[in-house]
Structures are given as structure tokens and as C-alpha cells.
């Protein structure tokens, strides 16, 4: 329903809005406790008659339903030490109300920048937020495109900031907050913050040691630490991810500007391909970068988890966390799975008594607010649930806290169990009623709940050829591609160098909830080498396909991942101090694969899959210890055979949670 500041909106608004822009071109320095002064850039009214509600409902354009009920403002606003950053704000026209700020802190733009330009998209998380009537503000972070100042990646966090010059992402949040409650007329002294993926980052911090008026936040696929977000995964180096992203959001920024950098270009559609023919990492500054992009020098300098990592470290310092706080994630999220699980766990331990909720849906990265949540690649999931969250979680969630409007039932958890396609309420994550239990490896690629009898050495072996990698998609992509966490896994399955281990034939669901960790026991003949473990639902050979899955790609046997992850095996005893293996010598590996809830239905198969390359969405281990992978040579990369081992002293297992409570 929209609001009733579309329907009060009058010619008028558009002089007295103008009357305000006066006034506040004209502020003088305020104290502290007032607000630093402001310092306007533009300000845009746009002429055209407010719309009957009946006509408001027809725009379906975002960006003319933007233009006709709301004023754009650019403004620069100073932080502690001086620095300004650049702020578009977006008020509502109708001023008979006061609304309460919604802030997106990015350094991915808050374009389009200038008086007469308007987002194309809707200005909140959705539509709704629109409608519903919000003082929209983006702000640019300092040192990316028109603010001011230097961009730090993943800035480090303060704990304490004796100097107006301590300055880290949660200083900038509060001068920001202070600056608009005292300058942006017509709010009612309540903030909220929100943003998805690094965005999210800036949420998450914002929060900590939170200016009073900031009551409601909602960090989104935030990341928290890049040594096992994003751009690593337990130390080992998420190529083309890091790699294109850099190409271009890396480059030096000597000046404000408005413009994004070019797009790296392969060449070829063949990621697969591209990636190997590079060649050892260091041929990355060699061929393309030569070393101007900052953070890859960075990322080379340390390979290991040492202070400059810890640093980026946001869990250690989610003390004092005010307000309330909804963190969102995707289960089959590409890029940041971890963020949002660690946020929020860290939230809930270190803030007792604050409103604290997690949210995680069948989703992508983002996709809550893009896509409609129905499906992701072959694999569907049944209704819209990202419609389902942005009217039902997301937006009863801002409106309660910052206009006191609605009741808020929401849930500590809400998780959408895939499988069975089912939204979940739980009191707790990882819920309370699960029973733990492990899968154990057997001869012949058998999984089972029962563990192994034979107390001998025995096991299941590989040879590893960085030349010849396992692909991490049959998909042609040059990167990471947004499906790869449902795909089908049969390709990988029918290679030699992939150990496949499955249960029998369910004859009853089994749910598995909260954390799995793999508990390995391997070996390999060189003295390095990635595990990668992969947790797949194996469909039966008679599962029908869906109206929309493509010729020559089918449903029955679909080998569904539903959870992978990866560690570099050096760092199997310490992320700070890497060792060697020693050849063929069984060593215990264990691997946290983070959350799930997921139900293997009755006549469904439980598979995991172990394998030590993914290409390329993992770089190629050379399997011989270097002392930094990302200055290897050539005839650093070796051949090894690879073995997991299954008896009894040396039992490869994961351990699960089983949810023992049933959906309502």
C-alpha cells in the first residue's frame, strides 16, 4: 500500500523544499553535540506533478516514481578530521510528515551523481521502501569516486580513537549519522543502515560503538574476514574471483571521479582455459597488472594469515553493538557464506540482550533483493521467496523499529530448509533440537552413520595433476559463476582424481542442520595440497525433470551440492605458521564447511566428494611446499598421489547436526 506522503504532496513542497536548501547552504559551523557543519553540492527538485495514488501504482519505472516523490540532494559531509565525504540524499516531497534515514554506505558508487540524475533502481532494499516513505542516503566511503580521502580495503577497526585523526569505518558511520539527524530536515531521529556484501561490511561496522539515533541495522552477505571470505576460503586463493575484481575495483584512484575503471578483458569466453595459461600467480603482475593494483601487491606480500589479516578481522570487535541488528545470508551464496553465519554468532555472544536475528533463504549472493528466489540454476526451490522476505522480514523489521509501526514477530532464526522447500523458526541457530552424528567413509565408496570395522591402514588414493585440474563447473564463464553451488556434480563424480562416497537409498528424510565439519585423514606423496570436500544430495534416477530445464540436461541422478568447501593443507595446524606434510604419512585435516539445513528426502542418496583442485575457482596448488604460493615457478608444480584414509585409527568422517524436531 503507499504511503500517505504520495497523496499530500503539493506544488507547494517544491518552494518550501527549495526554502530549506537555502537555509541550509547558509549553516555555519555547529558544535559537536549540534552536528559538524554540512557542506552542500546540489540539490534537485524535479517539477513534475505529484501523482494520484491510482497513478502512483502505475509507475512501474523506479526511477520516474523517484523523480515525482522525492527531491535529490548532493551533499559533502565533513567527518572528525576533516575529510568530506560525498552523501546523496533522497527525501520524500511530501514534509507534513518526518520520516525516518535509511543509509547505504558503498564504495562501489552512489551514482548517478548530479542535481537532475536519479537512481534507476528503487532507493531502499526494495519498492517497499519507497512506497512506504523513507529519507533515503548513500554515501560514498572515503577515497572512492567523489569523496574524499584514502581508501583502506577492508579498513581496519579502532578500539579506541584518542585523535580526531583515529578514524576507521565506524567513526565515519557516527559523523554521518550526527551530520544528517541535524541537517536533513524532516526526520524523525531514526536511523537505519543496511547493505549487501561489501556494503554489508560497512553496515556490520557501522554498528559497533553506534551513534544513539542509529536503532535498527541489517548487515547483508557482509564480509568479516578476508582470509576466509571472498577472496580466500581456509587460506587457499579464490582466483578469478580476486583476480577480476581487482583488475578493476583495484586500480589507484588519484582523484574524486565519478567514473568506474574498465572491466578486465580475457579475450576469450574460456575462463578455464585463460586461468591456466597464466600460468604461477606471479604472472599476473608479469603479463597484466604490473604492479599497480595495490591490494593484489598486498595479497602477495602475505600469504599467510599474519597481522595484516587480522587486522580485517571484524568478529573480534562486534562488542557494543546498540541496536538491533538483522543479519541476511544466502545458503548458496558464492562469495560471503561466511560473514553473515560468523556476524551473527559474534553479535549474539558478545551483545546479550540486543535484538539480534539471522535470516538465510535459498538464495545467491544478494539475491533477496534481485532476483525473485524461486530457483538457482537447474534447481528450484518452489515459491518467490525473496518476495516472501522483502514484505514479510526485511520491511516489518525497519518499520518497527524506526516508525513504531506494525508488530514485530520475527523469529531468532528464520532458515529456509531446502530439500523440502520450507521456511523454518528457531528460538536458536544452530537449532537446539539436533543430535550429533557422523558419516563415515567405507570401501567401495559407501557412506554411513556406522563406523568402519577394518583396522588397517586401508584407504581410497588419486594422482593430483595441477596440468590437469578438476573444473569447479561445466559452465563456460571466466568467473566464479553464481550457480556453482547448486550444479550438478556427475562431471566431477566420473573423474579419477574425484573420490566419490554415497549412503544407500534413504527410506526416511534426514534433515541436516547448523555447522558440518570434515574430519579428515589423508595423505600425499608431495609435501602440499589443497582437500576440498563437497556435501551432495543425490536425486533418484526417476526424479522428474522441471517444465524449464534445458534440453539435454536432466534431473534424475542430479548430484546436487549442497555445501563444498576447501583448505589449503598447510594451514591445517596453524593459518599464521604453515608446515609441510610429510610424504605419505596419514595426517588429520579438519575443515569447517559452515551451516546447513537441508533435508536428503526418502529415496534420496547422501554423497560427498573429495578431490584436491578446482579449477579455477581455486588456484593451483603446486604440491610442493613453497614458501609462498603466489611467487612459485613452473617446475614448482608436481604431479602427487593422494590418499584419504577409512579405518578405524584413521576414520575420514564428517560430522553433522540431524534436526530431530519436525516442521510444524
Known amino acids: 500500500m503507499l504511503s500517505t506522503f504520495k497523496q499530500r504532496c503539493l506544488p507547494h513542497v517544491l518552494v518550501g523544499m527549495a526554502l530549506v536548501i537555502a537555509q541550509m547552504s547558509g549553516c555555519k559551523g555547529l558544535t559537536r553535540a549540534s552536528g559538524p557543519a554540512q557542506v552542500p553540492v546540489h540539490a534537485a527538485a524535479s517539477s513534475a506533478a505529484t501523482p494520484t495514488r491510482a497513478a502512483a501504482r502505475s509507475e512501474n519505472d523506479p526511477r520516474r516514481f523517484t523523480q515525482n516523490h522525492y527531491t535529490k540532494h548532493e551533499f559533502q559531509v565533513p567527518m572528525r578530521d576533516g575529510v568530506k565525504l560525498f552523501t546523496s540524499v533522497y527525501a520524500p516531497k511530501d514534509t507534513t510528515e518526518h520520516y525516518p534515514i535509511l543509509l547505504l554506505r558503498t564504495p562501489y558508487s552512489v551514482g548517478p551523481y548530479g542535481q537532475d540524475k536519479y537512481r534507476r533502481r528503487s532507493l531502499g532494499p526494495s519498492r517497499h521502501f519507497d512506497e512506504e516513505g523513507y529519507i533515503f542516503v548513500y554515501q560514498d566511503v572515503r577515497g572512492r569516486f567523489m569523496s574524499e580521502g584514502e581508501f583502506v580495503n577492508m579498513r581496519p577497526h579502532l578500539d579506541d580513537k584518542p585523535s580526531p585523526y583515529d578514524i576507521d569505518e565506524a567513526s565515519d558511520t557516527y559523523d554521518t549519522i550526527e551530520w544528517l539527524i541535524h541537517n536533513i530536515p524532516n526526520n524523525n531521529g531514526k536511523v537505519g543502515m543496511w547493505g549487501i556484501s561489501y556494503p554489508g561490511f560497512y553496515a556490520a561496522a557501522g554498528m559497533i560503538d553506534a551513534h544513539p539515533a542509529l536503532i535498527a541495522v541489517s548487515p547483508q552477505a557482509p564480509i568479516a574476514d578476508w582470509f576466509f571470505d571472498d577472496f580466500h576460503h581456509h587460506g587457499a586463493f579464490f582466483l578469478p574471483h580476486a583476480f577480476n575484481f581487482l583488475a578493476s575495483f583495484g586500480r589507484a584512484r588519484p582523484e574524486p571521479t565519478t567514473e568506474w575503471g574498465k572491466r578486465f578483458d580475457h579475450g576469450t569466453p574460456d575462463g578455464y582455459q585463460f586461468f591456466f595459461d597464466l600460468g604461477p600467480l606471479k604472472n599476473a603482475n608479469d603479463r597484466y597488472f604490473k604492479g599497480e593494483i595495490a591490494f593484489w601487491n598486498k595479497i602477495v606480500e602475505h600469504p599467510n594469515y599474519d597481522e595484516f589479516w587480522q587486522a580485517r578481522n571484524l568478529l573480534p570487535h562486534l562488542y557494543n553493538v546498540p541496536p538491533a541488528v538483522m543479519t541476511v545470508g ?43 528466489g524461486d530457483k538457482l540454476g537447474s534447481v528450484h526451490f518452489g515459491d518467490k521467496h525473496s518476495v516472501f522476505f522483502r514484505e514479510q522480514i526485511q520491511l516489518p523489521f525497519f518499520n518497527y523499529y524506526l516508525k513504531g509501526k506494525g508488530a514485530l514477530n520475527l523469529p531468532e532464526a528464520y532458515a529456509f530448509e531446502t530439500g523440502t522447500n520450507q521456511w523454518r523458526t528457531f528460538d536458536q541457530w544452530p537449532p537446539r533440537e539436533i543430535e550429533q552424528r557422523q558419516l563415515y567413509f567405507h570401501e567401495a565408496g559407501r557412506l554411513s552413520f556406522e563406523p568402519p570395522a577394518t583396522q588397517d591402514d586401508a584407504y581410497d588414493e588419486y594422482v593430483s595433476d595441477p596440468a590437469k585440474p578438476v573444473p569447479f563447473t561445466e559452465d563456460i564463464a571466466t568467473g566464479m559463476t553464481r550457480n556453482y553451488m547448486t550444479d550438478d556434480q556427475r562431471f566431477a563424480a566420473r573423474r579419477n582424481d574425484v573420490l566419490a562416497y554415497q549412503t544407500d537409498v534413504l527410506d526416511e528424510d534426514i534433515t541436516l542442520a547448523g555447522p558440518i565439519l570434515a574430519d579428515l585423514w589423508v595423505s600425499t606423496s608431495g609435501t602440499a595440497g589443497d582437500w576440498i570436500v563437497k556435501l551432495i544430495d543425490v536425486f533418484p534416477d526417476d526424479a522428474p525433470d522441471y517444465d524449464d530445464t534445458p534440453p539435454g540436461r536432466h534431473m534424475g541422478g542430479y548430484q546436487m551440492m549442497v555445501r563444498s568447501e576447501v583448505i589449503r593443507g598447510r594451514f591445517r595446524n596453524s593459518y599464521e605458521h604453515p608446515e609441510p606434510f610429510v610424504p605419505n604419512e596419514p595426517t588429520n585435516v579438519t575443515l569447517e564447511l559452515l551451516d546447513v539445513l537441508h533435508t536428503f528426502k526418502r529415496g534420496h542418496r547422501i554423497m560427498v566428494q573429495i578431490q584436491s583442485t578446482w579449477f579455477p575457482l581455486v588456484d593451483r596448488n603446486p604440491q610442493k611446499y613453497v614458501p609462498n604460493i603466489f611467487l612459485a615457478d613452473d617446475d614448482d608444480f608436481i604431479k602427487t598421489t593422494n590418499r584419504v584414509y577409512r579405518a578405524q585409527d584413521h576414520a575420514t568422517r564428517l560430522r553433522v547436526g540431524v534436526l530431530t524436531a519436525p516442521a510444524p
Not at 338 to 353: D, F, Q, T
Open 330 to 372: 544466502g545458503w548458496f551464496d558464492a562469495e560471503d557464506l561466511y560473514g553473515p553465519l560468523k556476524i551473527y554468532r559474534a553479535v549474539e555472544r558478545n551483545n546479550p540482550g540486543v535484538f539480534n536475528i539471522l535470516v538465510m533463504g535459498p538464495w545467491p549472493h544478494g539475491g533477496w533483493n534481485r532476483i525473485d
